[in-house]
């Protein structure tokens, strides 16, 4: 750098000219050296790319490889994605599946134990009815069918219009619907027969209906006290209160029962006590 001079006199201008001159000259030599130096190393650089073409090729080619290589690389993971997820889609189908016939499984010995049950409740009531109630009377043509039967079964299999594989429920639905057609065809005096049939047999029936009935009321417990008492008063509960429920006149009763005299209260007792002896009595 150059020290600024202030000049005081003509020959101190001079000389402090001539050194600015001589520091423009200096800089604009330096410039033209960078100038020089940058033009010779890119020349240099081109020089040596225009010289070795195989290294330009070389890196293309690796480039070209980078990019096949990812799109590989991608395409592998697409598949990879696309088969878990078809997986998964058959494991859930798997399961579905399962669950399903699980659930059928389940349903299905539900439906069992429930016919069972009502089986068993079945078969209980008509035990029961079978014990105490009297058997049905037959009406002509069930009598029929009961006798001729096994006659008709055996013709159809002679004929090979029934087979014995089939199941039962089929073949008696066959020879009922023969012997419904035959028993159509029928003359009356042939129909005599089995009218005759029912006729005693509904005699039986009514015969032990009727003892069944008496067995019954013999063995019904007799009424208490109280229910005595509610019967003899009912009607006139009733008249007195046409639009009351029986829950309400039995409570109205209930209240007569608690105030009424003990010499009546005593009567009803004493009927009870003498019917209820009776009863075990039978027993």
């Known amino acids: ?7 005081s006199t003509i020959h101190s201008a001079i000389a402090y000219n001539k050194q600015v001159a001589a520091y423009h000259t200096a800089l604009q ?22 010289l070795n073409p195989k290294l330009v090729i070389k890196q293309k080619e690796q480039e070209l490889k980078l990019k096949e290589l990812q799109k590989k690389l ?45 089986s068993s409740q079945e078969g209980k009531i008509k035990t029961k009815k079978e014990k105490h109630l009297p058997k049905r009377a037959l009406t002509p043509l069930l009598w029929y069918t009961t006798l001729n039967f096994n006659v008709v079964k055996s013709e159809l299999l002679q004929s090979n219009q029934l087979n014995k594989e089939d199941k039962i429920t089929l073949q008696f639905s ?35 209906k009727n003892l069944y009935l008496k067995k019954k009321e013999l063995n ?18 009733k008249n007195e209160n046409p639009n009351a ?33 009776e009863f075990r009595n039978r027993q």
């Open 1 to 7: 750098m150059l020290r600024r001079i202030v000049p």
């Open 29 to 50: 030599l330096l410039e033209a050296n960078n100038t020089t130096t940058t033009t010779a190393n890119n020349a240099t650089n081109n020089e040596s790319t225009k």
């Open 74 to 118: 991608q395409k592998e993971n697409q598949l990879k994605l696309q088969l878990q997820t078809q997986k998964r889609k058959e494991l859930e189908k798997k399961l579905q599946l399962q669950n399903q016939q699980k659930l059928k499984k389940e349903k299905l010995k539900m439906k069992e134990q429930l016919q069972q049950l009502k």
């Open 174 to 208: 066959k020879v009922q619907s023969e012997l419904k057609r035959r028993w159509d065809s029928l003359d009356e005096k042939n129909k005599e027969y089995y009218l005759q049939l029912s006729l005693e047999d509904k005699l039986r029936f009514t015969k032990e």
């Open 220 to 237: 019904k417990r007799p009424a208490t006290s109280f229910l005595r008492y509610f019967m003899d008063i009912r009607e006139n509960l």
């Open 245 to 277: 429920s029986v829950t309400e006149l039995s409570k109205m009763a209930g209240e007569k029962w608690r105030n009424l005299e003990s010499s009546v209260k005593r009567k009803y007792e004493e009927a009870y006590e003498r019917d209820l002896e």
